[in-house]
Nanobody
Framework: VQLVESGGGLVQPGGSLRLSCAGS????????LAWYRQSPGSQRELVAE???????????SYAESGKGRFTISREESNEIVSLQMPDLNPEDSAVYYC?????????WGQGPQVTVAS
C-alpha cells in the first residue's frame, strides 16, 4: 500500500486548501481512508474518515476540528481521497497525513505541511 499526498502549502486565514491522496495497492477496495493532522508538540489527531462503502453505505465522520467545515471525499475510479478545507484559521496549521486502515492495520502518507498565516 502506498499513499501519496499533494495540495499542502501556505494560505491566508479564511482561505481554502484541498488535499488529495492517491492510493495504490487496491487501497480503495479494502481500507477505510482518513486524514489526520499533527502540529508541533501535539499528538496526531483524526480530522475526518470515510469508509469503504459506496452510495447509501458510505459513511463519513469528522472530528470536532473539522465538523461542519471540512469535507472528505473519495474518487473510486482514480483511487483518490480528498479533504476540502475552507475557511482555514491559524489553528489548522499542521502536517496533514493521509491514512488507510483496516482491522487495526494502518498505512500513512508522507504528510504535507499546511500553514495558515497572514
Amino acid at each position: 500500500v502506498q499513499l501519496v499526498e499533494s495540495g499542502g502549502g501556505l494560505v491566508q486565514p479564511g482561505g481554502s486548501l484541498r488535499l488529495s491522496c492517491a492510493g495504490s495497492g487496491r487501497v480503495f477496495d479494502y481500507y477505510n481512508l482518513a486524514w489526520y493532522r499533527q502540529s508541533p508538540g501535539s499528538q496526531r489527531e483524526l480530522v475526518a474518515e470515510i469508509n469503504t462503502g459506496v452510495g447509501s453505505r458510505q459513511v463519513k465522520s469528522y472530528a470536532e476540528s473539522g465538523k461542519g467545515r471540512f469535507t472528505i471525499s473519495r474518487e473510486e475510479s482514480n483511487e483518490i481521497v480528498s479533504l476540502q478545507m475552507p475557511d482555514l484559521n491559524p489553528e489548522d496549521s499542521a502536517v496533514y497525513y493521509c491514512n488507510a486502515n483496516v482491522r487495526g492495520i494502518h498505512y500513512w502518507g508522507q504528510g504535507p505541511q499546511v500553514t495558515v498565516a497572514s
